[in-house]
């Protein structure tokens, strides 16, 4: 096991160097001129060539690239061009309040999307079967800035159970944060429950139909022992991966949510840097982003791998 986690730990740094370089390579080209950026589009161009200088940027890329990436493993992610701060604190911040959109949503993906499908798998071909296979499909079908706008108008407008956006830290009163993360958290179960339930629904139902769960049956095994102890443990094996790509989706593709709810998170950090080129912002947030999804797919493949020893000592186990 341990020379499986050294290998992954290797694959996973390798990804993150070559999206380092991509995140890099992609923000230089971008037409924003960083010294005009601080300086004001008033500046001389020897005001803006003096700080060009100054700041390395008139350096070949791969010096700068090198410079940008030391800063990085030493934990200087440089300075907002926009608001004249370090980038490390604020996006610190935007961080522990997407993980925390984030986190709660995924917890609630993964109870609730089981549940379903271990529910649906069990009464396969029956109401409860179908009328969850139109639900997920529903939530397949339909994009995440549209459930956003029916929790708005269902919640907020029509029974203003829940304001329509902002953020309260936990300092504020319990209610108070929970309020602010259950619109948001509600849109994003929506969107993503689907995948989980479906797929440990199909799993389920190939995996009672084994021999070995006719052969616990024939033994007199009780019901419950048979599915929670034998045929879950092994229909849980892809739903694992799926849950932990679901967790980098999540924090990936939060950007929309955030938005849409004004919810200061690193996806909606990453908006803003967009709107305003601030570059130094906009590369360490998208590099944090590729650094999750790697890391969550890492935990994927571990988990896999502790529950499937075939994939640990890659060949085939009796």
Sequence with gaps: MAAYITRRL???????????????????LLPANVAYLILGSFATPEQVHALELKLGLTDPVWQQYLRWAGGFLTGNLGESTLM???VGPMLLEAIQRSLMLTGVSFVLIAIIGVGLGIAAAL???????????????LGIAVPEFFWAIVVIIVFASWLGWL??????????????????????????VFGHL????????????????????????AKGLPERVIVLHHAL???????????????GRLMGGIVVIETVFA??????????????????????????????????????DLLYARFNPKIRFGRNVA
């Design 10 to 28: 290797a694959f996973v740094v390798l990804v993150l160097v070559a999206v380092s370089m991509l995140v890099f390579g992609v923000t230089t």
């Design 84 to 86: 004249n701060r370090p």
């Design 123 to 137: 009464r396969h071909g029956r109401a409860l079967d179908h009328g969850v296979s139109v639900a997920t499909y």
């Design 163 to 188: 304001p329509a956006s902002g953020y309260e830290p936990i300092s504020a009163g319990v209610w108070e944060w929970a309020k602010h993360l259950i619109a948001p958290t509600l849109t994003l």
């Design 194 to 217: 689907a995948h989980v339930s479906r797929l440990t629904r199909s799993s389920m139902i190939e995996v009672m139909q084994s021999p070995y769960i006719t052969a616990a049956r």
């Design 233 to 247: 443990r092994n229909a849980l094996l892809p739903t694992i991966t799926v849950l932990a790509l679901d967790f």
């Design 263 to 300: 919810y200061p998170g690193l996806g909606r950090l990453v908006v803003f840097s967009i709107q305003n080129r601030d570059l130094p912002t906009l590369q360490a947030a998208i590099l944090v982003v590729a650094a999750i999804y790697a890391l969550a797919n890492l935990l994927a």
